[in-house]
């Protein structure tokens, strides 16, 4: 499974730290992501690796978001730093995981509310 802490309301500028650490005897994965869904709006992929590559970043937050790993730990990171009102949403992690190297899946965190004040 995928757990996620961190999240909350910060004001326009401020910065966030979002985690969402696998457990459940995960051996392996490869593809890591975060995406965001804000209301009315599809769900959008922020930035993720791919087999240990930082794939890419979503346009808008390009500079500002930065996505990382520790693999000691089996956690993801997204690091939000000049966040901006149009950043609020409910930010999910997902990996493809397994746990034999034979089988499997894609995992989703169970979401995380992120609101930027204005």
């Known amino acids: 499974q995928l757990v996620q802490s961190g999240g909350g309301l910060v004001p326009s500028g401020g910065s966030l730290t979002l985690s969402c650490k696998a457990s459940?005897?995960?051996?392996?994965?490869?593809?890591e992501a975060w995406y965001r869904q804000a209301p009315g709006k599809p769900r959008e992929l922020v930035g993720g690796y791919v087999d240990g590559i930082v794939a890419r970043y979503v346009d808008s937050v390009k500079g500002r978001f930065t996505v990382a790993r520790d693999d000691s730990k089996n956690t993801l990171y997204l690091q939000m730093n000049n966040l901006r009102p149009e950043d609020t949403a409910v930010y999910y992690c997902?990996?493809?995981?397994?746990?034999?190297?034979?089988?499997?899946?894609?995992?989703w965190g169970q979401g995380t509310q992120v609101t930027v004040s204005s």
């Open positions: 459940g005897g995960i051996v392996g994965i490869t593809y």
């Open positions: 997902t990996a493809r995981v397994s746990t034999d190297w034979t089988d499997w899946n894609y995992l």
